[in-house]
């Protein structure tokens, strides 16, 4: 189904409807009225179809963007969260190899396993050796505890997981906006088909009752669409 009621198909209901008033002859008062509202019922129905197909195809471009970007930001989370789980590897081995130096006391193994720990890990490393675990219970159980061990790549996927939460969100509301725009777009659709068919009703109170029952559905679409937001930035 598209989304939205094309003008060229208004524009043949109004000229089928041009014509047939056309062949009718003399017209009386009331059937001129008649014919002239449906003219205009018919125009409205342009205006807003082309409105409410547009706005449809804004929204779910808008969509479409704000998925891809959601997608986009997961992928790079789980790329830095899969970097700082190998960087937390890579401290827990180098920690190791010094910790196994200092239960055996070579101070030459020590310094050689503390020359080889990462720059980024070392100052959490001197800060956790300055609290004396070998004789403090309280102290932290190794440098990863302390406040200094921070690895970037950790903050980078959790912003990077907030920003595809943020886009995924963002996405899911502009695709349902985008398909109210085209729910209301199948209300005009109908408006047309009653306007359209009302002027090959012979009896006027025929032609009284479509007319009547597409203002009311062309009502109640103008008022769904005041209810919904305008076109995205």
């Known amino acids: ?6 003008a060229a198909e208004v524009g ?21 009225l ?32 704000s998925l891809a970007k959601a997608s986009a930001a997961r992928t790079k989370a789980n790329r830095a969260d899969l970097e700082a789980l190998q ?14 130096a200092f239960t055996a006391g070579n101070a030459t193994a020590q310094r050689l396993a503390e ?11 001197y800060a956790w050796v300055a609290t004396d675990p070998a004789h403090n219970p ?8 302390m406040p200094q061990y921070i690895i970037p790549q950790e ?3 959790k912003a990077g997981d907030a920003q595809a939460d943020a886009n995924f969100t963002k996405g899911s509301k502009a695709g349902a906006t985008g398909d109210k725009y085209v729910r209301d777009t199948v209300f005009l659709a109908s408006v047309l088909f ?19 029952v597409g203002v009311l559905i062309l009502g109640f679409a103008v008022v769904q669409l005041l209810s919904l937001p305008g076109l995205p930035d």
């Not at 205006?47 to 963007?65: M, R």
């Not at 068919?197 to 009752?209: T, W």
């Open 194 to 212: 009653l306007v359209g068919i009302s002027g090959h009703f012979p009896l006027r109170r025929g032609r009284y009752a479509l007319i009547a």
């Open 1 to 6: 189904m598209s989304e939205g009621l094309g």
């Open 87 to 100: 960087i937390r590897t890579l401290d827990s081995v180098s920690f190791n190899a010094w910790f196994t």
């Open 138 to 145: 309280k102290a932290p159980p190794g440098p990863s505890y």
């Open 12 to 32: 043949k209901e109004i000229g089928q409807h041009r014509e047939h008033a056309a062949h009718a002859g003399a017209e009386k008062g009331r059937d001129r």
């Open 34 to 65: 008649l014919t002239v509202t449906e003219a205009l019922l018919l125009s409205l129905v342009a205006v807003l179809a082309a409105y409410s197909g547009y706005a449809a195809a804004k929204w779910s471009t808008e969509s479409s963007v």
């Open 115 to 125: 020359n080889r720990l990462r720059p980024g890990y070392r100052p959490a490393f």
């Open 155 to 157: 903050a980078t996927a």
